[in-house]
């Protein structure tokens, strides 16, 4: 069967007017063109769907059946295309975004806040969850995207640089670290450290740079959260190793960032999405809004 649009707009178009003539005015088309539409239409149903008079066209039983269907048909098409156009415009659309807790802390507030003052028709929802969880998540699409540091290699996951995130020393105001901005992390020799503990890819990250400075790494607390780690750097308790966005979990604290170098070790902040998908408006929308968040955090460039 080859029933066009433009047979069904021609046909509702009769069935409203009742001549071929208004039709054609309503239309634009020249009478002769549009009557043409109505009997391939009519050919196709193998239905006759008009009685023809000399002053007057009036829908035969079929018609009137066929009429309900087909106003029903050029009503979804209509919702359709404008629900379309409102995806492509961004005036709405549905984001389910993953982070760990402190990521999902500091950077996503103000990103979200941003976009719902932007495309208030967009809603936006947040996982905040373990790292191998939030690629899971992704890659079965229960979210739509996720945000951290995560492998280099995610089967069906692509990666999408946001800011580039460095190893940082936490200590409080009376440490002797206090007086420099950068230290070497042979620099830590002897000092209380508080780190994450293993399954954490901080943790990691910190095990390397102590090996390369040839310095022993034993931890004097070794906790979850960063947030608890801050903590007990406030105590005085030792200092930590942390990436540069713990920062923003500590405003009020008594806690200070410095370098670390001999080796400076960095990553990449990312949004994962899955690679077999295809970003819809909405989601390009957000990337940059998350992107220059992200960016404020971690303020390093990004090769």
Known sequence: MAITLRQIQAFLAVAE????????????????????????????????LFDRTTRRVELTEGGREFRGAAAKIVEDLEIAVSSASDLAERKRGRIVVAAPPLLAAVILPEAIAEMRERYPGIQISVVDAKTDTIVEAVRVGRADCGLGTFAAEEDGIERVPMARDSLMLFCDHSSRFAATSTWAWGDLRDEPLITLTRDSGIRLLVEVGYETAGVPLTPAYEVSQITTALALVEARLGIAVLPTYARAAAPHRRVIAKQLAEPTIARD?????????????????????????????????ID
């Open 17 to 48: 007017h009742g001549t071929f003539t208004k039709a054609g005015e309503r239309m634009h088309m020249a009478q002769p063109a549009l009557s043409q539409l109505v009997r391939e239409l009519e050919q196709e149903l193998g239905l006759r």
């Open 269 to 301: 902040i990312v949004m994962i999405k899955r690679s077999d998908r295809s970003t819809s408006p909405a989601l390009a929308a957000f990337e940059g809004v998350l992107r220059r968040y992200a960016r404020r955090l971690a303020p390093h460039d």
